[in-house]
């Protein structure tokens, strides 16, 4: 197993790992709107939701992988009402074959954040 650190997504606020290489898979922690360069969450779903998969781009390069190679992905949100903006933000990281998804409503997220995502990739 192999630990990814990279300050190009926000440092870790507890006690995991930013991602973790385990054989030919790449697994990131759940990434919330922080801007690494600031520490300051982006304020709006649609921000929220573009450092999110900024974040996630820079974990999953770190690792020498690409969203291009994410295979799974796990979605909180605060509000099912945001469903559809995030979806159109979504688009934009990925393409078909778009990975398999599980995307569900949550009571709350760390900073109190609207959205956070983890994803599996293949290196």
Same mark, same amino acid.
């Given at each position: 197993?192999?630990?990814? #650190?990279?300050?190009? #997504? ?7 790992? /930013?991602? /973790? ?27 929220? #939701?573009? /450092? ?8 999953? !390069? ?29 688009? /934009? ?7 398999? +998804?599980?995307?569900? !409503?949550?009571? +709350? ?8 995502? !983890? ?5």
């Amino acid at each position: 197993m192999k630990t990814i #650190a990279t300050d190009k #997504a926000p440092a870790a606020i507890g006690p995991y790992s /930013q991602a /973790q290489v385990i054989g030919n898979l790449v697994f990131t922690s759940g990434q919330i709107g922080i801007d690494p360069a600031t520490g300051l969450l982006a304020e709006g779903v649609e921000a929220q #939701a573009n /450092q999110v998969f900024k974040n996630l781009t820079a974990l999953l !390069e770190a690792a020498g992988s690409g969203m291009n190679k994410v295979v799974k992905t796990t979605v909180f949100i605060k509000d099912m009402n945001d469903f559809g903006k995030i979806n159109e933000i979504y688009a /934009q990281y990925f393409t078909e074959p778009f990975p398999a +998804r599980s995307c569900v !409503e949550v009571a +709350r997220l760390p900073k109190d954040t609207l959205i956070e995502c !983890e994803v599996i990739a293949e290196l």
